[in-house]
């Protein structure tokens, strides 16, 4: 039998973490924020020996882009790339599987 998982709540991204400690927690050599909010750091995703992912650490979305063309998205999207997680399984991981 296949157990259904629960659905999301609806005010899960009031839920996600803060991006200056998620990604502070998973981006080696993360600047402090620019006037934009934006810091730098060596993207996990690609052999990196300078700085070129860029991550949103004072927006609530945490938006992430890597100028070495791994991608771009939020941070939801940065967690599911990071972990081959699919979405709901990335959200409810983030919310400390409270969903």
């Known amino acids: 039998m296949v157990r259904k998982q629960?659905?999301?709540?609806?005010?899960?991204?009031?839920?996600?973490?803060?991006?200056?400690?998620?990604?502070?927690?998973?981006?080696?050599?993360?600047?402090?924020?620019?006037?934009?909010?934006?810091?730098?750091?060596?993207?996990?995703?690609?052999?990196?020996?300078?700085?070129s992912l860029s991550v949103n650490?004072?927006?609530?979305?945490?938006?992430?882009?890597?100028?070495a063309s791994c991608g771009a998205g939020d941070l939801v999207g940065f967690h599911m790339k990071r972990t081959g997680m699919n979405f709901c399984d990335a959200v409810r991981e983030l919310i400390g599987g409270l969903a």
């Open 6 to 51: 629960p659905s999301l709540p609806l005010n899960w991204r009031d839920q996600l973490p803060d991006p200056s400690q998620y990604y502070g927690g998973h981006v080696e050599k993360l600047t402090g924020p620019n006037r934009s909010g934006f810091a730098q750091g060596k993207c996990p995703f690609h052999d990196d020996h300078t700085a």
């Open 57 to 67: 650490i004072t927006d609530p979305r945490g938006g992430w882009r890597c100028f």
